[in-house]
């Protein structure tokens, strides 16, 4: 189906309609893609729904702190639980504005490329030699340095400590206090967006666009391999043999394993590269958890109520002994739980007075070994219906520690283990959301795999877009911006010797 890691569903019970992968929208809604769709999107019926406190924390004593998009009125949250730390983030954030351009134009930009260079030489002349390397230094700096280094309080470092997750890195990363400062900025700047209906509205929307302009979608079918013919892809072909020919490109949304060891075998390949999409490794697992409420959860805090999404967490040193338990392949004994309420921002996604919750938890081993708090049998670590219930189990009873009411408005669940979300898409190898660990030898100059990184392949006219490329994973549709982008601007000769290739 159309969609990738956007699907809603009605997952539990009729009228709850639930996003089964990702649910919030913040890097599509501030990246390069919407701007330029935005007319034709928004004839199409998509419209987003956004709110001034997009996310906060809940700590297990019961300590609370909520983001405001308004900088007056999270300086004053951050100054409530540490006189000094508001004032603190305020120069934080001052100084990485200064630097926004560039980490944004990064991560929006073709960096083995013209611009890549450009870019860089835009950002030496504008910091010199010194600034330039007291950047890359912040910007290799991990991110639980970061927060010990700007915050005294505990609540402001569990505020933002969870969010580094959502990057498919861990909190003792190098360069993870760079994309935390990313994902906070861009939080504070335009809250976390989610489309009214869900997202199978954008999804609609696009393909409409599509199909508007003359294109043809097709679903139901695998693609077997890529044709190359004199080292050019000139065609893909399904597994019934149906060959469809490609004029100009063919655009490859895989992990490197699927393109360069399946949809390439028959391809002459340098030897480097199969080796390395070999090597390309997967991160941390994910668990989601989906529950029809009867009505909107109550926390014992009443300003988490109408906050979208919510991260209970014991703090930082949880985050940090979750993320290592995970990767040790220990189910955690207190995970990091991110609560989505997206019913908050759109109610249309429930019955009346209903609710709709949306749990993901991105510090799941996909084959655990054991279980750190001793509590769980996890057998061979196969994800049975058995284990994976009583880990939801487990889930929901440290959630319920801080809502007051989740045993009565909790009418159904529905809980997808690492392996099932490996079956439902392709691209979720071992469950991991993100296709593939974005530690910093994953990442940026060297995503997806160091032979040829960025989105031009070894084949000419074939690119590779998607999680698993740069900019990595959120939703953003860069990697796809930055292709299209490229090849909109392909002169009339490189256009005709495309087509007679493809004869």
């Not at 701007?35 to 809940?58: I, Q």
């Not at 409530?80 to 100084?95: C, I």
């Not at 019955?351 to 996909?366: K, M, S």
């Not at 669940?413 to 530690?439: F, I, K, Q």
């Amino acid at each position: 189906m159309l969609g990738g890691a956007i699907r809603t569903a009605e997952l539990t019970a009729p009228g709850y309609r639930h996003e089964v992968f990702s649910c919030w929208h913040p890097l599509f809604v501030g990246g390069p893609a919407y701007p330029r769709l935005k007319d034709d999107l928004d004839r199409r019926g998509l419209a987003y729904r956004n709110t001034a406190t997009p996310t906060g924390v809940v700590m297990t004593d019961g300590a609370t702190a909520v983001l405001s998009t308004d900088e007056d009125a999270l300086t004053a949250e951050l100054d409530r639980h540490a006189d000094g730390d508001g004032a603190v983030w305020r120069r934080e954030m001052g100084e990485f504005g200064a630097r926004s351009k560039l980490a944004f134009g990064a991560l929006g930009t073709e960096l083995w490329s013209t611009a890549g260079v450009r870019l860089g030489l835009r950002a030496l002349l504008s910091m010199r030699a010194s600034g330039t390397l007291a950047f890359m230094e912040s910007a290799l700096e991990p991110a639980t340095a970061w927060l010990q280094r700007t915050f005294r309080s505990e609540q402001a470092r569990a505020l933002f400590a969870p969010w580094i997750n959502h990057n498919g890195m861990g909190p003792d990363d190098a360069g993870s206090a760079f994309m935390l400062k990313v994902i906070a900025s861009a939080t504070v700047q335009g809250g976390i967006p989610v489309p009214v209906g869900g997202g199978v509205t954008l999804v609609e929307a696009l393909a409409s666009i599509v199909r508007d302009n003359g294109g043809e979608l097709h679903t139901g079918a695998t693609v077997d391999r890529i044709v190359v013919r004199s080292g050019r892809a000139v065609a893909a072909v399904t597994a019934d043999g149906t060959r469809y020919g490609a004029r100009h490109a063919v655009l490859a949304s895989t992990t490197p394993q699927a393109l360069y060891l399946d949809l390439l075998r028959n391809a002459e390949l340098p030897a480097v590269v199969r080796d390395a999409a070999r090597r390309y490794r997967w991160g941390r697992s994910d668990m989601q958890i989906h529950a029809a409420l009867r009505e909107p959860l109550r926390w014992r805090d009443s300003r988490l109520d109408s906050v979208p999404l919510v991260h209970v967490t014991p703090g930082l040193d949880g985050v940090r002994k979750a993320v290592g338990e995970a990767g040790r392949d220990v189910l955690p004994a207190r995970p990091s739980i991110a609560a989505g309420q997206p019913t908050v921002l759109d109610p249309s996604r429930a019955p009346d007075g209903a609710a709709v919750l949306w749990i993901q938890l991105l510090e799941t081993p996909y084959r655990p070994s054991a279980d750190a708090a001793g509590e769980i049998d996890v057998g061979d670590g196969t994800w049975t219906p058995q284990l994976t219930e009583a880990y939801a189990d487990r889930v929901l009873a440290q959630l319920g520690e801080q809502v007051t009411n989740l045993d009565r408005a909790v009418l159904t669940r529905a809980v997808l283990s690492p392996a099932d979300l490996e079956r439902e898409n392709p691209n979720l190898v071992h469950g991991d959301p993100y296709s593939g660990a974005c530690t910093l030898d994953q990442f940026l100059l060297w995503r997806p795999i160091p032979p040829h990184p960025g989105h031009q392949t070894p084949v000419e006219r074939l690119w590779h877009i998607g999680a698993a490329t740069h900019p990595g994973p959120g939703l953003s549709g860069a990697s796809g911006h930055i292709v299209a982008t490229h090849l909109l601007r392909r002169g009339p000769l490189e256009r005709l010797r495309g087509l007679l290739a493809a004869r």
